[in-house]
């Protein structure tokens, strides 16, 4: 037998003398004043006592009933105080106190995973969307944002399609796709999943950029071609130059009757020897820049002291100076130099005799310096990048490639682009932007 049905057995037998009362009155008829009295007595106890036990019953239901709706409304931290007295309702206060703890822990745990995910998300150099079953953005973490070039507020809830990024989920899954967001060109890991939240699907789509990696992975295999170059050429070269010595012994003295066809073999020989040795040593040595590119040393560098020394070192009066305000950009000040010579060489090689204009604007935490030209344009190889590819009669094909490995090692970025407003190109760079207020070391 429960306590509840305890208690109520004990307020029956409490009441029963005036039940029995009430049972003699009504059987034998109109009672005494005195026993009146005493049935008015035994009534009155009756009531106080079913008013007490009811009363009772009802404020704890009602206290059940507020701690429930505490649950319900998420409101993991109330407690109840449970009755010394042990009776039911003090084991409903204690268990719900349990459960209520309970519930409580696994909130704060569910809230630091929450916690962890966002900035693990946000540590990401892949773009993570995830999307509901109707396809309309669901969440975006950071680098989504960067990738699309917009803010979280204005990215969810719109649909796939107008995001442009519905054609991703048709290629497989895990593949390389080139594509161009938010303006900047690139090779990218498209990876997607099925998703399921709530009993509704929905799907993931991550977007890793490779484009660096595959730079590198591309670097190593030049360093290793290298090792290999290196090696046959220097076997080559030892043959060639056998050679050349063995035809400067048939040289006749000076001052001999020389045959005039002998002479001009020989000497032709020679020339090509001599031309061939000096385009190998050129070509290694090519390669032998781009693998050993050193580390930069980077600091705050004077940007508009910088473009005005390297106007100075061309020296060349086409080159006009758009200037912009008064910045300081991370960067090494020697290897930035060696970038911006190189740009502006190709600029003024361009195919125009007109100005070059060397410009820079601040944009957010980044710099962007400009070098436009109104030469041919670009070549439509797309190869410009690639190492030893040139367009020049005597170029070595690695102006290019080494300036774009130079930024890169500085947290920038490098590309060129068509102009829109005449012919021509821009060479366009994006570097951070330097701590304001710290003093820019002195250039050479």
Not at 169 to 193: C, D, K, V, Y
Not at 219 to 234: C, G, K, M, P
């Amino acid at each position: 037998m429960s306590r509840a049905e305890r208690d109520l057995w004990r307020s029956v037998w409490m009441a029963a003398p005036a039940l029995a009362a009430l049972a003699l009155v009504l059987s034998v008829g109109v009672p005494q004043p005195r026993e009146a009295a005493l049935l008015f007595a035994l009534v009155a106890a009756l009531t106080w006592v079913v008013w007490r036990v009811l009363g009772q019953r009802v404020r704890q239901l009602r206290t059940i009933g507020s701690l429930l709706d505490a649950l319900r409304e998420g409101d993991y931290g109330v407690r109840g105080t449970p009755p010394k007295k042990q009776d039911d309702f003090a084991d409903i206060v204690r268990s719900f106190n349990l459960l209520a703890a309970r519930l409580q822990d696994e909130q704060r745990d569910l809230q630091q995973s929450l916690q962890l995910l966002n900035k693990t998300l946000a540590a990401l150099d892949g773009a993570v969307f995830a999307f509901e079953q109707d396809r309309r953005l669901r969440l975006v973490n950071p680098a989504g944002e960067r990738l699309l070039g917009q803010p979280a507020q204005s990215l969810l809830g719109r649909d796939a399609a107008e995001l442009g990024l519905t054609e991703l989920f048709e290629l497989p899954s895990g593949s390389i796709h080139a594509a161009s967001f938010a303006g900047t060109p690139g090779r990218w890991q498209i990876s997607h999943a099925e998703l399921r939240s709530r009993s509704q699907a929905g799907r993931l789509l991550l977007v890793q950029p490779m484009e660096r990696a595959l730079r590198e992975e591309e670097a190593q295999a030049f360093r290793r071609l290298l090792r290999v170059l290196s090696h046959e050429i220097n076997n080559s070269m030892t043959p060639i130059a056998s050679m050349a010595d063995t035809l400067q012994r048939l040289l006749p003295p000076v001052g001999a009757p020389v045959d005039a066809e002998l002479d001009g073999d020989l000497r032709q020989g020679l020339e090509l020897i001599g031309q061939r040795s000096h385009a190998l040593q050129r070509f290694i040595g090519g390669y032998a820049q781009l693998a050993k590119l050193p580390p930069p040393q980077v600091g705050e560098v004077d940007l508009a002291a910088l473009c005005e020394s390297v106007r100075q070192l061309l020296g060349n009066p086409r080159i006009a100076l758009d200037g912009g305000p008064a910045l300081c950009v991370l960067a090494d000040g020697d290897q930035l130099e060696h970038v911006l010579i190189n740009l502006l060489r190709n600029a003024l090689e361009a195919g125009s005799d007109g100005p070059v204009s060397l410009r820079w604007r601040h944009e957010g935490d980044r710099v962007r310096i400009q070098i436009i030209d109104g030469g041919h344009g670009l070549p439509t190889s797309g190869n410009v990048f690639v190492p030893f590819f040139t367009t020049k009669p005597d170029g070595a094909g690695i102006g290019l490639a080494l300036s774009r490995q130079i930024i890169e090692a500085q947290s920038g970025h490098l590309e060129l682009l068509p102009r829109e407003d005449a012919p021509g190109t821009v060479a366009q760079l994006s570097l951070p932007l330097a701590t304001a207020g710290l003093k820019p070391p002195r250039l050479r």
